[in-house]
């Protein structure tokens, strides 16, 4: 766990603003995941990317937009235009583009639009 | 596309007697079952996962069934204790090069002491 990382843990927005969040992972993993975690609910996939230069949209991909530049790094963007951003954010990490592949998870980022 | 049902959203359990968490998936291609345990406030961590080619595994007090006919699978948790409150999330997923793990929507397990 201690090979990916999350900043910050918290986070608040005024509303317009947009913001990043950064995930990192020393792990040499291939693919890594953004989720979004609102409160008492399951894990709702964002974007995903299986390698550098390459990302996939998820379930709830409006609002947001990601990079992939380097192999550690996948910020993830939230911006303006996700009406309803207040949540708990994971970022995560596997180390093949196969499924059956464990994924690694970030301590989380708490956004909090104000 | 693939869906993950689980069941009970929430489970109150008496220490030392046992928990059982079931899901269910939809897409039959699906071969690896990952659960995680969410501790509040915390990451989902991985704590025991199951692959298609095997119906049971264990691992100290927890263990995982799978029954791929029905497309089911159930977490087992024997002797229970207060550090096993946490919510647990049960996930399904197959090998492509496309693949993403898609997740239960959780189970709020309490222990009662």
């Known amino acids: 766990d201690g090979g990916i990382t999350q900043s910050p843990k918290y986070l608040f927005r005024k509303e317009g603003q947009n913001v990043t969040l950064s995930c990192e992972q020393n792990l040499n993993h291939d693919a890594m995941y953004w989720y979004r975690q609102d409160p008492g609910q399951g894990l709702r996939l964002i974007y995903y990317s299986q390698i550098v230069n390459d990302f996939q949209k998820g379930d709830i991909a409006e609002g947001y937009s990601v990079s992939r530049e380097k192999k550690e790094s996948f910020p993830l963007t939230v911006t303006s235009a996700q009406k309803n951003p207040t949540a708990f954010y994971l970022c995560?990490?596997?180390?093949?583009?196969?499924?059956?592949?464990?994924?690694?998870f970030g301590p989380g980022t708490r956004l909090t639009v104000l | 596309g693939e869906n993950v049902e689980q069941h009970p959203s929430t489970l109150s359990v008496q220490e030392g007697d046992s928990a059982v968490i079931k899901c269910t998936y939809s897409?039959?291609?699906?071969?690896?079952f990952p659960w995680y345990k969410q501790e509040l406030g915390k990451r989902p961590q991985l704590i025991i996962d199951?692959?298609?080619?095997?119906g049971e595994k264990k691992d100290q007090r927890i263990a995982v069934t799978l029954n791929k006919t029905a497309k089911h699978f159930s977490l087992h948790i024997t002797e229970t204790q207060p550090e096993d409150s946490a919510v647990y999330f049960c996930?399904?997923?197959?090998?492509?090069?496309?693949?993403?793990?898609?997740f239960g929507s959780g189970t709020r397990l309490s222990i009662r002491p």
């Open positions: 199951i692959r298609s080619n095997v």
């Open positions: 996930a399904a997923s197959q090998y492509s090069s496309a693949s993403k793990i898609i």
């Open positions: 995560a990490s596997s180390s093949s583009r196969a499924g059956t592949d464990t994924q690694y």
């Open positions: 897409d039959s291609a699906s071969n690896y």
